[in-house]
């Protein structure tokens, strides 16, 4: 998806490319990110080129809003895309117009939540209130489940690497469903994860130091990803 793409920094700064710098030129590392694009559908271009790339590896990046939309009760509709719009528009204007709410937002993520001065957007709280749904969740798995037992027929070592929210990183003591705990228990030799939320939180000091404005991650953050997806393959 686009934590995979790099949206928002430069080619060089996306974890794809630092990957290859680590790996060297034995390996040939390619970027198949697209934004927006959920497990379905990331799934369905891999499925696509997998005979002609013929990869040694696969590195699927995954985070709290690939659930599909379409799943049973979800209930992003016209109507909260537009709501989900106008906040973050409304909010983004307040915010960046204010140099005092500029600093709290940076340097007191905890805090800035709590006293609302950031406010999750529509789309992603629907996203917390599906991972929490259990029967939503089952549906996540059977499809996660099919998608993994094609990949498993093919000649190949798949990596999940399961990017935080930073309400996540930033809010520890905030317990959520997310997609780490369903690929940690995937049981295949074949397909191991990586858990990219502690050393996020280990790192952290402030949101700009780890993510863009927009919440996804930066330079930095992709650095320290591409360190732990190289120590994943080295293993």
Excluded at 70 to 77: C, N, S
Excluded at 110 to 131: A, D, F, M, N, T
Excluded at 148 to 174: C, Q, W
């Amino acid at each position: 998806d686009s934590h995979v793409f790099g949206y928002g920094v430069p080619d060089e700064d996306t974890f794809p490319y630092k990957l290859q710098k680590m790996l060297g030129d034995k390996y040939n590392v390619i970027n198949m990110g697209i934004s927006a694009y959920e497990h379905s559908r990331q799934f369905a271009l891999l499925d696509r080129h997998m005979s002609r790339l013929k990869p040694e590896a696969v590195i699927i990046g995954i985070n709290l809003t690939d659930i599909r939309v379409d799943l049973p009760a979800a209930p992003y509709t016209k109507k909260s895309a537009a709501a989900f719009q106008k906040e973050s528009l409304a909010v983004r204007n307040v915010m960046d117009s204010s140099a005092l709410l500029t600093y709290f937002r940076d340097a007191f993520p905890g805090l800035r939540v709590k006293l609302g001065l950031q406010k999750i957007p529509v789309y992603e709280k629907e996203c917390y209130r599906l991972w929490s749904d259990d029967s939503v969740f089952r549906v996540y798995q059977e499809d996660m489940a099919e998608e993994i037992n094609k990949l498993s027929g093919l000649n190949t070592r798949i990596i999940f690497a399961v990017f935080p929210h930073f309400a996540e990183v930033y809010l520890m003591d905030k317990k959520i469903r997310c997609p780490v705990e369903y690929c940690k228990s995937i049981e295949n030799p074949g397909i191991k994860t990586v858990d990219l939320k502690p050393v996020f939180q280990a790192n952290h000091k402030r949101i700009s130091s780890l993510y863009l404005k927009d919440g996804h991650p930066n330079r930095k953050a992709y650095t320290l990803v591409a360190a732990e997806v190289f120590n994943k393959l080295q293993e």
